[in-house]
C-alpha cells in the first residue's frame, strides 16, 4: 500500500506563486507515474501535470503549461508543483496522484481512474 501525503496549499492573489509537494511512503517503489489533479466546485476532477518516475516523462494540461512546473526526487519519493503566475481560475483542491506498475502515457494521463492512490487534497485559492 502507498500513502500520499500533499502539503504546501493556501492562498495568493493573482499573479503570485505557491509551491505544492507529496511525499509517498509505503510501498513505493512500484510507483512508475506520479503527479497531480484538481478540483473545482462544481467541476470534474482534472490531470494537472504528472511525470514518469523512470525516464522523467513530463506532461501537463494546456491551462496550465508554462506557468506550472513539476518536478520529482526518486530519492525522497517526492513529487513537487511549483505554481507561478497564478490565477483566480486555478483556484481548486489539488489532489497527488500515482500508478503503480504504468508509465505516464500522452494519450492516458489525465484519467483520474486510472490511478491507484490518492492523498486527501490541499487547497488552493487564488484571489483576484
Known amino acids: 500500500q502507498v500513502q500520499l501525503v500533499e502539503s504546501g496549499g493556501g492562498s495568493v492573489q493573482a499573479g503570485g506563486s505557491l509551491r505544492l509537494s507529496c511525499a509517498a511512503s509505503?510501498?513505493?517503489?512500484?510507483?512508475?507515474?506520479m503527479g497531480w489533479f484538481r478540483q473545482a466546485p462544481g467541476k470534474e476532477r482534472e490531470g494537472v501535470a504528472v511525470i514518469s518516475r523512470g525516464s522523467g516523462r513530463i506532461y501537463y494540461a494546456d491551462s496550465v503549461r508554462g506557468r506550472f512546473a513539476i518536478s520529482q526526487d526518486n530519492a525522497k519519493n517526492t513529487v513537487n508543483l511549483q505554481m507561478n503566475s497564478l490565477k483566480s481560475e486555478d483556484s481548486a483542491i489539488f489532489f497527488c496522484a500515482a500508478q503503480r506498475g504504468r508509465f505516464c502515457y500522452a494519450a492516458s494521463w489525465s484519467v483520474s481512474s486510472l490511478y491507484d492512490y490518492w492523498g486527501q487534497g490541499t487547497q488552493v485559492t487564488v484571489s483576484s
Open positions: 509505503g510501498n513505493a517503489d512500484n510507483i512508475s507515474c
